[in-house]
């Protein structure tokens, strides 16, 4: 066995981020993925990127799984998906809702070929709705939820996005969960059914310490925990720190470690709510205390009584010793040759360790292996290629 899921078959029809990884942590959890793609790649292929050759998201959001090109307009091309559904346990798409049902691909046509499939969409808005049909991407979902306007407001500027993609990783995040809950359910009633997230269900997922509405309250309300300007990123020496004092214990030890006794005793910031009111004369005394010793010098000092970090990139993570104890990075080669260090799996399991990734797969890399295994003979192989149904 390699991995819980273990002789699960994920057919992964999604581009971009959101789809491909949440089908790449189904993976990481030892399911079989096919990634199907049009005959000229997943847009993720073509962005640009400063890896040579590849495309470095592409790369980092499809290990472990195997290529299969496949033109789903073609009439060909969608019988050849209905055979793969066939066997498969899951289907994933991120096409925009109605999509596939119009290429006839939708739930309810392909539980016809199997009634046991899980059929997992995830989307910008939603399937219903006025904006069901809208295109759906990080920014932008993050703008209409109010992660931006949120983002401007800690900040004293105007709205401004998060960097990294964070909702197609939590979407995705929120997918594969989705997936192994349905496959649970099937396991005990042998259903299939129906299931999906979007952009718009994640962001205010991820917002759901704030995204509270409290009866009679008014509109104009702080709905986030304000630890105040000390808890932050502060300048040092040389480089950045971020350290965390809302608790008690850690304002004190800051405070010991810092040289500044005296506010530690000063009943006037005896609390997290007076230091918040205070911020604006305790950050300056903080920063300046901070300007004698360098990030990596503080983090140190810091260890194990103060949470905090000096500012690093993720550059430094290859190499960190944490990193490398917890076993999170690991080599892969590319059918090209090309060698490169990423994510290895973001779950330990004891009783069932998964196996070491494998590389992205170029396009098409297992057309014939996949096709193969799902009972087409090389001479309909060499007609589907022929005919541009399968690259």
């Not at 499939?117 to 808005?125: E, H, P, V």
Request: charged share 20%; net charge negative.
């Amino acid at each position: 066995m390699s991995g819980p899921l273990d002789g699960i078959k994920v057919l992964d029809l999604t581009s971009y981020i959101a789809g491909p990884f949440a089908c790449g942590l189904l993976a990481d959890l030892g399911a079989e993925v096919i990634k199907i793609e049009a005959p000229d790649g997943d847009m993720q292929r073509r962005l640009p990127s400063t890896a040579p050759r590849h495309a470095r998201a592409f790369l980092g959001l499809n290990r472990r799984k195997k290529g299969l090109a496949l033109n789903l307009k073609s009439d060909e091309g969608k019988t050849v998906l209905r055979k793969l559904v066939a066997t498969a346990d899951v289907l994933v798409e991120n096409f925009r809702p109605g999509v596939m049902a119009r290429l006839g691909l939708d739930y309810e046509s392909l539980r016809a070929e199997n009634p046991s499939l899980i059929y997992f969409a995830i989307s910008g808005y939603g399937s219903r709705g006025p904006l069901r049909s809208s295109p759906g991407f990080d920014t932008v979902l993050q703008t209409f939820t109010g992660i931006a306007a949120f983002q401007g407001a800690a900040t004293d500027t105007p709205p401004h996005n998060v960097s990294g993609s964070i909702l197609d990783y939590y979407a995705a995040s929120m997918g594969a969960l989705g997936v192994v809950a349905a496959l649970h359910h099937r396991a005990r009633t042998g259903q299939g059914q129906y299931a999906e997230t979007s952009l718009l269900a994640t962001s205010l997922t991820l917002q759901a310490g704030r995204f509270v509405w409290v009866d009679d309250e008014p509109r104009e309300v702080n709905r986030d925990l304000n630890l105040g300007k000390i808890s932050g990123i502060h300048p040092t020496k040389e480089g950045h720190l971020f350290v965390s004092a809302h608790a008690e214990h850690f304002w004190q030890a800051l405070c010991e470690i810092t040289n500044m006794g005296h506010l530690a005793r000063d009943p006037r910031y005896d609390s997290m709510r007076k230091r918040t009111e205070h911020a604006a004369e305790l950050v300056p005394q903080l920063r300046e205390a901070l300007s004698a010793k360098t990030a990596l010098e503080w983090e140190a000092l810091m260890a194990g009584r103060v949470p905090s970090s000096a500012a690093r990139s993720i550059e430094d993570m290859f190499d960190h010793p944490q990193v490398a104890a917890n076993g999170l990075t690991a080599h892969m080669t590319l059918g090209d040759g090309t060698g490169y260090r990423g994510l290895s799996s973001p779950i330990a399991f004891g009783a069932t360790p998964v196996a070491p990734p494998t590389g992205a797969p170029s396009l098409g890399e297992h057309s014939d292996q996949i096709l193969t295994d799902a009972g087409f003979d090389a001479e309909a192989i060499a007609h589907l290629r022929s005919a541009g149904v399968v690259a």
